[in-house]
Nanobody, 120 residues
Framework: QVQLVESGGGLVQAGGSLRLSCAAS????????MGWYRQAPGKQRELVAA???????NYADSVKGRFTISRDNAKNTVYLQMNSLKPEDTAVYYC??????????????WGQGTQVTVSS
């Protein structure tokens, strides 16, 4: 059993910053990719940013230059630093972790989601 605990969401004015955190714990042998997705009302869930175990990153075009994803492998934690926030960034943000257990099976877990609201 693997748990993901997210934190850091909230209400911020346009132009402001927030930092999201997601800590993974439980029966993890190794973590492959970690990432953040978001879902706005009436829209599909979309990838915001992802980072591999080697540190390679991938960003949605809409957040490039404003958001930065990072991870602390020792803590099994992924972060999303969000700067220059815009009202269109308002959504529920979900942490996503792809990991292998001790039998080398690959799993994907989702966090419970954290609300980010950007006011204009």
């Amino acid at each position: 059993q693997v748990q993901l605990v997210e934190s850091g969401g909230g209400l911020v004015q346009a132009g402001g910053s927030l930092r999201l955190s997601c800590a993974a714990s439980g029966s993890i042998f190794s973590i492959n990719a970690m990432g953040w997705y978001r879902q706005a009302p009436g829209k599909q869930r979309e990838l915001v940013a992802a980072i591999t175990s080697g540190g390679s990153t991938n960003y949605a075009d809409s957040v490039k230059g404003r958001f930065t994803i990072s991870r602390d492998n020792a803590k099994n934690t992924v972060y999303l630093q969000m700067n220059s926030l815009k009202p269109e960034d308002t959504a529920v943000y979900y942490c996503n972790v792809k990991y292998r257990d001790s039998s080398w099976y690959e799993h994907t877990n989702w966090g419970q989601g954290t609300q980010v609201t950007v006011s204009s």
